[in-house]
């Protein structure tokens, strides 16, 4: 059975002291996690809100409705100027999201503070 999707929005600042949003998922991403993911991260200002990080370790499972959720917030990031980094996949999950190409869009990274570093 598919556990809800939540999210979070938290504000952090990298080392070197630019603002970063992070949204944490919970649960289970899939086509009814639309409102959790994208909605999320439609609320954020695009004008000010330049550095993304998405934290997946709160998530057990993503099917492939909820990597097209994925993909579709990366697209919208880049089409804003948003620089977005992924953390906290599980090697399964970092294996699929290299295949379908979300590296294009994204670093993945194995935790929070090797993503802020990178930013």
């Known amino acids: 059975m598919q556990s809800e999707t939540k999210s979070r929005v938290n504000q952090l600042t990298t080392p070197a002291g630019h603002p970063v949003a992070v949204l944490r998922f919970e649960g289970d991403i899939a086509s009814t996690s639309k409102d959790a993911v994208l909605g999320v991260y439609q609320t954020l200002p695009k004008e000010t809100t330049k550095l993304i990080l998405l934290d997946?370790?709160?998530?057990?499972?993503?099917?492939?409705?909820?990597?097209?959720?994925v993909i579709q917030l990366l697209i919208e990031a880049s089409n804003a100027g948003q620089k977005?980094?992924?953390f906290g996949l599980s090697a399964h999950f970092t294996k699929v999201f290299t295949m379908v190409g979300i590296t294009k869009y994204a670093g993945l990274f194995p935790t929070q503070a090797e993503a802020l570093a990178a930013l």
Not at 56 to 69: E, K, M, P, Q, R
């Open 56 to 69: 997946f370790t709160g998530v057990d499972y993503i099917n492939s409705s909820g990597i097209a959720l």
């Open 84 to 86: 977005v980094y992924c």
